[in-house]
């Protein structure tokens, strides 16, 4: 079924190629974790559909427990993600758009750190690691927004990275536990199969990344 899947992919790689020949067009299916989703796509979309619109996107939530097989086969064409900075996946090309710092945030509290309850998401394991261990409780909810919205309420703490939350650190809505972690980092990466071939959209959306970065 695998080599099945292949075939039929080369066939509309052919197809692709003779129809558009260098002009973006047709097709481009992108994977893109949550946080992304919510904090870039807004402009990236908007400014990538201006510039190429015959290209038609076509955006999914990433899994990140089965990302290199989904490249692999094809669900995304490319990936765009947010991981620890040091991360180095085997067989797929992958380029950092952007570093961001971890935050580990809370809103004002006279609770001893020790004694709550660390929020994470379920698909941001990498880097929650980090600071969960030391956590008396730990619940794990679906979204890194909805992450966020229970720390602004006051029910806990989280490490995310700075981009979600820099607006309520300057609007002094949440505060960062400078004591209570390293100042680790993560990054924003595009991320296809290395064996993938790069079409002129695909090609197109990996440069606009990098020029709204």
Not at 45 to 69: G, Q
Not at 87 to 100: F, I, K, Y
Not at 146 to 167: D, E, I, M, R, Y
Not at 168 to 196: C, M, N, W, Y
Request: hydrophobic share 40%; aromatic share 8%; with cysteine.
């Amino acid at each position: 079924m695998p080599y099945v899947t292949q075939m039929l992919q080369l066939y509309e790689q052919s197809i692709d190629a003779i129809r558009d020949g260098d002009e973006p067009a047709g097709k481009l299916t992108i994977g893109v974790s949550e946080s992304l989703m919510i904090y870039y796509l807004p402009r990236l979309i908007p400014a990538f559909s201006e510039k190429y619109p015959h290209v038609r996107l076509e955006v999914k939530s990433v899994d990140y427990a089965d990302l290199i097989t989904q490249l692999k086969y094809g669900d995304y064409d490319v990936a765009l993600l947010v991981e620890m900075a040091d991360w180095e996946p085997s067989e797929v090309t992958l380029s950092t758009v952007r570093v961001e710092e971890l935050k580990f945030v809370g809103a004002l509290s006279t609770t001893p750190l020790t004694e709550q309850t660390m929020f994470v998401a379920e698909r941001t394991r990498s880097w929650q690691q980090r600071v969960r261990s030391s956590m008396r409780k730990v619940i794990e909810l679906p979204s890194i927004e909805a992450v966020k919205q229970c720390v602004l309420s006051g029910l806990g703490v989280s490490l995310l990275p700075s981009f979600v939350v820099q607006n309520e650190l300057q609007a002094g809505s949440l505060q960062e536990l400078h004591e209570a972690h390293p100042r680790d980092q993560v990054g924003i990466f595009t991320v296809h199969h290395e064996k993938k071939w790069v079409s002129a959209s695909m090609n197109a959306f990996l440069k606009e990344v990098h020029i709204l970065n």
